[in-house]
């Protein structure tokens, strides 16, 4: 599988001298700038903000307000144009608004899964043997350090269901398909099978120098 790369920005805003911030004019903001950057988004970038600062009352503009944004998209030129656009969108804003922007990266980017095809085969071969039908090739958008880890070794992972049903991710539904009879099953095929795998790469001199070809 292929997961999404992603990047974690917070972007910290301070009021002018008349006590404008972007915070306080956020929405006219958002629709003066953002639609023609939102549309060329491709169809598997992300974008998940929250506002970590906003001020302690709604009838007072706040001399400061933080938001933290995480960054998603397929491929590492994507993510790129999505930073220097978010950036250009930020700093936009402030001039707009005759303010000023701070933009700290929080993280290092999680990096695309670099999916070993010799060593994907092996699980897909006993999930097989373990009476699953394995699917491969299909972008997976979350992200994880994984994919760090696999532009240096040869690396593969498994997802697996929770649910016969599909069950959007991060929601209370996902949380109690989790712990049903049904996921306990899935994972201990998948941990049979990642045991198996493992114990051939250990074993397996051949196999082992096949994954670096």
Do not use: C, W
């Not at 999680?110 to 090739?137: F, I, M």
């Amino acid at each position: 599988m292929t997961q999404s790369l992603s990047d974690q920005l917070s972007v910290a805003v301070l009021a002018n001298e008349h006590g404008h911030s972007f915070a306080a004019d956020a929405e006219r903001e958002h629709q003066v700038f953002m639609p023609d950057q939102i549309d060329r988004m491709t169809g598997t970038a992300r974008v998940h903000g929250i506002v970590r600062e906003g001020g302690v009352a709604s009838n007072i503009i706040p001399s400061r307000a933080v938001g933290d944004f995480g960054l998603r998209a397929a491929d590492m030129d994507a993510l790129q144009e999505m930073i220097d656009m978010f950036g250009d969108m930020a700093k936009g804003a402030a001039l707009q608004t005759g303010t000023k922007v701070k933009i700290e990266d929080e993280m290092r980017p999680y990096l695309p899964v670099k999916a070993n095809p010799v060593l994907g085969e092996a699980l897909a071969q006993e999930l097989v043997r373990h009476g699953r039908s394995p699917s491969r090739g299909r972008l997976v958008t979350a992200s994880g350090d994984i994919g760090n880890v696999s532009q240096k070794v040869p690396t593969d992972y498994i997802g697996f269901p929770v649910s016969p049903d599909e069950i959007p991710m991060h929601s209370h539904r996902l949380r109690e398909a989790a712990v049903s009879d049904y996921a306990h099953d899935s994972a201990f095929v998948v941990i049979a099978a990642l045991a198996a795998t493992a114990l051939k790469v250990a074993t397996d001199k051949s196999f082992r120098e096949s994954l670096r070809k």
